[in-house]
C-alpha cells in the first residue's frame, strides 16, 4: 500500500528529553517535509529535504534536527531545546513536476508530561 | 514574501446549505493555488488546485476560480453534507525554483444536520 506512514501517532516527552518522530515514505518522492500544525496558526514548515544527505531550515527550526540517510526516511527530533513542543506534527512529500503538491501522513501528536 | 489569508472559522451550516469560504493571497509571479482538507485526526489531503489565472479547480462538488484580478481562491460548494465536517486550507506554490507551499490558518467547517 503506497504512502506516508508517521510514528508513532501519540508521544509524550519528559521535561530534558529528546524524542524521534519518524516519517517513512514509500511513493518515490525525492522532496520531504515536517510541518507543525498548532491551533489558530496553521501548518509551519519545520525543516525540508529535496534529495537525500541535505536538508534545509525552515522557518521554526530551532529546537529540532533532522537526517536524511536514506531516500524513504525523513525521522524528526525534537530536543530538549524546543521550550514548547506540544503540537501536532505532520510530514509530507512532493516529487518534482507535479506543482509542488503536497502528499501527507496522518501526523504524530506530541504531548508534554 | 508570500502569504494566504483565509478566516479560522468555524463556520456553522445546516446540510445541504451554500458554501463559501473566502482565501486571498499575496505572491510574486504566478502561484499554483491549492485546498486541503484535513478529517479530525488525520492529515491533509489534497481536494483542488488550479496552476493559473482563470482555471477552476473541482472535486467532490466543491469548487475554486484562480482569480489573479483579485489574487483570491474562494472555495464554494452547492450543498455541503454532514461528511464535509473538516478544516480546509488554502495553500500556494511559487513558481522557480524551490517551491515552498504557504498554508493559511485553515477554516473549520461544522456541519448539522
Known amino acids: 500500500d503506497g504512502g506516508i506512514t508517521q510514528s508513532p501517532k501519540y508521544l509524550f516527552r519528559k521535561e530534558g528529553q529528546n524524542v524521534t518522530l519518524s516519517c517513512e515514505q514509500n511513493?518515490?518522492?525525492?522532496?520531504m517535509y515536517w510541518y507543525r500544525q498548532d491551533p489558530g496558526q496553521g501548518l509551519r514548515l519545520i525543516y525540508y529535504?529535496?534529495?537525500?544527505?541535505?536538508?534545509q531550515k525552515g522557518d521554526i527550526a530551532e529546537g529540532y534536527s533532522v537526517s536524511r540517510e536514506k531516500k524513504e526516511s525523513f525521522p524528526l527530533t525534537v530536543t530538549s531545546a524546543q521550550k514548547n513542543p506540544t503540537a501536532f506534527y505532520l510530514c509530507?512529500?512532493?516529487?518534482?513536476?507535479?506543482?509542488?503538491?503536497?502528499?501527507f501522513g496522518a501526523g504524530t501528536r506530541l504531548s508534554v508530561l | 514574501g508570500n502569504s494566504v489569508t483565509q478566516m479560522e472559522g468555524p463556520v456553522t451550516l445546516s446540510e445541504e446549505a451554500f458554501l463559501t469560504i473566502n482565501c486571498t493571497y499575496t505572491?510574486?509571479?504566478?502561484?499554483?493555488l491549492f485546498w486541503y482538507v484535513q478529517y479530525p485526526g488525520e492529515g491533509l489531503q489534497l481536494l483542488l488546485k488550479?496552476?493559473?489565472?482563470?482555471d477552476k479547480g473541482s472535486n467532490k462538488g466543491f469548487e475554486a476560480t484562480y482569480r489573479k484580478e483579485t489574487t483570491s481562491f474562494h472555495l464554494e460548494k452547492g450543498s455541503v453534507q454532514v461528511s464535509d465536517s473538516a478544516v480546509y486550507f488554502c495553500?500556494?506554490?511559487?513558481?522557480?525554483?524551490?517551491?515552498?507551499?504557504?498554508f493559511g490558518i485553515g477554516t473549520k467547517l461544522q456541519v448539522i444536520p
Open positions: 509530507a512529500t512532493n516529487q518534482a513536476g507535479e506543482k509542488n503538491i503536497q502528499y
Open positions: 511513493l518515490n518522492h525525492d522532496a
Open positions: 529535504s529535496q534529495i537525500v544527505n541535505d536538508f
Open positions: 505572491a510574486t509571479g504566478y502561484p499554483s
Open positions: 488550479a496552476t493559473k489565472a482563470d
Open positions: 495553500a500556494l506554490s511559487s513558481s522557480g525554483g524551490y517551491q515552498k507551499v504557504t
